[in-house]
Nanobody, 126 residues
């Protein structure tokens, strides 16, 4: 069973926006750190944004000022608001959950995450 379910992907033109959602579909144990990663065919999966157990957020340099993490604790959902999308943002986006207490400098490292969703495709083209 996939413990995390992503939604909200789609196709947009450059400059457009999308909001991705991540919701647990099963138990993730005591994992608290949540993150978004992305991957294009032939490349390594890369960290996009993460929120630690102290609500500290970190963003990859290539999305700073454009992407924002939003946590809705009532709905147990993590959103990734993506604005000013560019063709280079085209990728499969994955939600991930990891242990509590991941150091900030490791928040965007995929090895720190134990649970993954199946991904949602984002395509940016004119």
């Amino acid at each position: 069973q996939v413990p995390l379910v992503e939604s909200g992907g789609g196709s947009v033109q450059p400059g457009g926006s999308l909001r991705l959602s991540c919701t647990p579909s099963g138990t993730t144990g005591s994992t608290r750190t949540m993150a978004w990663f992305r991957q294009v065919p032939g490349k390594e999966r890369e960290g996009v944004a993460a929120v630690g157990t102290d609500d500290m957020t970190t963003y990859a340099d290539f999305v700073k000022g454009r992407f924002t993490l939003i946590a809705d604790n009532d709905k147990d959902t993590l959103y990734l608001q993506m604005n000013s999308l560019q063709p280079e943002d085209t990728a499969m986006y994955y939600c991930a959950a990891g242990r509590q207490g991941i150091p900030r400098w490791r928040l965007l490292m995929k090895v720190e995450y134990d649970y993954w969703g199946q991904g949602t495709q984002v395509t940016v083209s004119s």
